[in-house]
T-cell receptor
Framework: AQSVSQHNHHVILSEAASLELGCNYSYGGTVNLFWYVQYPGQHLQLLLKYFSGDPLVKGIKGFEAEFIKSKFSFNLRKPSVQWSDTAEYFCAVGGPWRLTGGGNKLTFGTGTQLKVEL | DTEVTQTPKHLVMGMTNKKSLKCEQHMGHRAMYWYKQKAKKPPELMFVYSYEKLSINESVPSRFSPECPNSSLLNLHLHALQPEDSALYLC?????????????FGQGTRLTVV
């Protein structure tokens, strides 16, 4: 069974501080990994994704994540956070379309509530 | 157009009512999902449709009945719900892609059962 663990449930940072959110996953086979963000009152938006290739992926708004296969990890980073980054961040894991025709699960971690203070 | 549209945005229903949630996408996606999200919790998968066929039912109670009448539309029929079913219901769609694709989410329907 696939699963995702996010170790940091609540993170409070000052503006300009660096951010790293942990994500570990369990999945048997080729994996697709995602980070989604949910701003207050808004829908889930994709920050970045990893399918294959370069393990360091860059997303929107200055976020990046590194896939480390040996550690089953996909940690999210940002060098300098802004107040507007205050949101809930979810790591998610799923399988590739070509193997399942899309009929597979996209499983979310428990989320990390990030608060950035001015 | 990269939108998944859900209607209604808010719904209040009694425990004896029957109502339906609607989800629509015009991205040519062939997998569609229903998720349930409680406050401060992650989305929990309920159903997955792939090419208009139900492929995953996460042991959801029968008072929730999904329907996928065509490749663009996904419904969730609700009947005899309980107050604990109050939550944000999210629809998502995905693929197909050459190799891999991500899921696009709608804004959700905020459901309150009274």
């Amino acid at each position: 069974a696939q699963s995702v663990s996010q170790h940091n449930h609540h993170v409070i940072l000052s503006e300009a501080a660096s951010l790293e959110l942990g994500c570990n996953y369990s999945y048997g086979g080729t994996v697709n990994l995602f980070w989604y963000v949910q701003y207050p009152g808004q829908h889930l938006q994709l920050l970045l994704k990893y399918f294959s290739g370069d393990p360091l992926v860059k997303g929107i708004k200055g976020f990046e994540a590194e896939f480390i296969k040996s550690k089953f990890s996909f940690n999210l980073r940002k060098p300098s956070v802004q107040w507007s980054d205050t949101a809930e961040y979810f790591c998610a894991v799923g399988g590739p379309w070509r193997l399942t025709g899309g009929g597979n699960k996209l499983t979310f971690g428990t989320g990390t509530q990030l608060k950035v203070e001015l | 157009d990269t939108e998944v549209t859900q209607t209604p945005k808010h719904l209040v229903m009694g425990m004896t009512n029957k109502k339906s949630l609607k989800c629509e996408q015009h991205m040519g996606h062939r997998a569609m999902y229903w998720y349930k999200q409680k406050a401060k919790k992650p989305p929990e998968l309920m159903f997955v449709y792939s090419y208009e066929k139900l492929s995953i039912n996460e042991s959801v109670p029968s008072r929730f009945s999904p329907e996928c009448p065509n490749s663009s539309l996904l419904n969730l029929h609700l009947h005899a719900l309980q107050p604990e079913d109050s939550a944000l219901y999210l629809c998502a769609s995905r693929g197909p892609g050459e190799e891999n694709t991500e899921a696009f989410f709608g804004q959700g329907t905020r459901l309150t059962v009274v």
